[in-house]
Structures are given as structure tokens and as C-alpha cells.
């Protein structure tokens, strides 16, 4: 850096493989602390606003999935840029209006500190509502996955479960999945890691196309 330079102010976001940041948040079924979910995986998306067309469809879909996302021992967290106030009102709407209830607690992020500290906010697409991120935290808290989306297209939730279910299947078998994954199929075996274990991988009984890519079933 030459002495005229102006120092840059640099934001950390989550990191894959690294704790994901602590916070504490109000929200519609009270007070959170996300570090007191310690035991449960965590999803937390972030939607750009109440009452708009498709956040109201993809709270529904959640909402829908909600007991699938349960029995993953999966706590389900929405987040927008609006008030707790608007928030319970949007609530209250979609079940007098569409008949569904939302289950999960929605942080009211009106100061934007969970959006900013999550990298929620892009500019190029809007600097006052946060884009449709979805954040995968583990049981120990450790980051998994981040997806992000635009404000114009809607997430599919199936897809959103079936990463959830690819995880806990790499941690307990220490696997990993193949493309296009569904639970239920074959999974693939981690490559060999000396010469040694290279030969004699393809005696052990797996399905190989070659010594580095071996399919076993679970």
C-alpha cells in the first residue's frame, strides 16, 4: 500500500468449514441467540420483504415443509429488513388469506446487523433489502453451504432438503455425494490417498469406473 492510499474497509463473511457468526436477534417468537441451537442444524434465509408476491409463496413452501425440515432435527429461521410488527402482521395475513400457518420465527432486522453480518445485502440488487440467501449451519455451528438468489426467482425447498440430507449422510458414513444425489443411492467412497491404497481399492468390493472414483451403497 503506497503512503496515499486510503486503507480499505474489508467485510468478513461466513466462511465455508468455519463457525458460522454468532448473533442475537429479536423475532417473532422472541428473543434468539443462534449459538443456544447448538444440537440442531440450522437453516437461515433471508427474503427481501413482507407482504411481496414471491416471498409470500416461499414462506408458504417452507411453511408446508416444515415437519420434513423437523424430522432432520432441522430449526427452520426466516429474516427480512422489516420490523417485528410487520413481520407478525404478514404472518397473520398469510394464514387469514392462504390458510398456512408459519411455524418458524422470522428475525426482524430492522438495523440490518444479522443482514450485514451475513453478506445478505448486495447492492447490485438492492441496498435496502437483502437478497433470498440461504445459510446451512451444522449441529456444532460450523458453515456448510451458502446459496444465494435473486429477488426476482423463488428457491425450490426440495432442493434446499435434500442438501440437508446429503450432509448428514457425508457425516455419519464419511462419504460424499455424486452429482444429482437423492437419498437412497449410491454414494461415492473417498478417493485413495497413497499408491498403495490406490491398488488395492479396486479389489474392495466397490463399484469403480477407476481407482479414484469408487460408488458403494449405504
Known amino acids: 500500500m503506497y503512503e496515499d492510499d486510503e486503507p480499505q474497509n474489508f467485510v468478513a463473511f461466513p466462511t465455508l468449514g468455519e463457525p458460522a457468526p454468532d448473533f442475537e436477534a429479536v423475532t417473532t417468537h422472541g428473543p434468539l441467540k443462534l449459538s443456544d441451537l447448538r444440537g440442531q442444524w440450522v437453516v437461515l434465509f433471508s427474503h427481501p420483504a413482507d407482504f411481496t408476491p414471491v416471498c409470500t409463496t416461499e414462506f408458504i413452501a417452507f411453511s408446508k415443509a416444515h415437519d420434513e425440515f423437523v424430522a432432520l432435527n432441522v430449526k427452520l429461521i426466516g429474516l427480512s429488513i422489516d420490523s417485528v410488527h410487520s413481520h407478525i402482521a404478514w404472518a397473520r395475513n398469510v394464514k387469514e388469506k392462504m390458510g398456512v400457518e408459519i411455524p418458524f420465527p422470522i428475525i426482524a432486522d430492522l438495523d440490518m446487523n444479522v443482514a450485514s453480518l451475513y453478506g445478505m445485502v448486495h447492492p447490485g440488487q438492492s441496498s435496502t433489502a437483502a437478497v433470498r440467501a440461504v445459510f446451512f449451519i451444522d449441529d456444532k455451528g460450523m458453515m456448510r453451504a451458502m446459496i444465494y438468489y435473486p429477488l426476482s ?66
Do not use: H, M
Not at 425447498?157 to 442438501?163: K, V
Not at 444429482?180 to 490406490?198: C, L, S, Y
Open 153 to 218: 426467482n423463488g428457491r425450490y425447498i426440495p432442493e434446499i432438503i435434500r442438501l440437508v440430507k446429503a450432509f448428514q449422510t457425508s457425516d455419519k458414513y464419511g462419504v460424499a455425494t455424486p452429482a444429482n444425489w437423492q437419498p437412497g443411492d449410491k454414494v461415492v467412497v473417498p478417493p485413495p490417498k497413497t499408491t498403495a491404497e490406490a491398488d488395492k481399492r479396486v479389489t474392495e468390493g466397490y463399484e469403480c469406473k477407476d481407482f479414484y472414483l469408487c460408488f458403494k451403497n449405504i
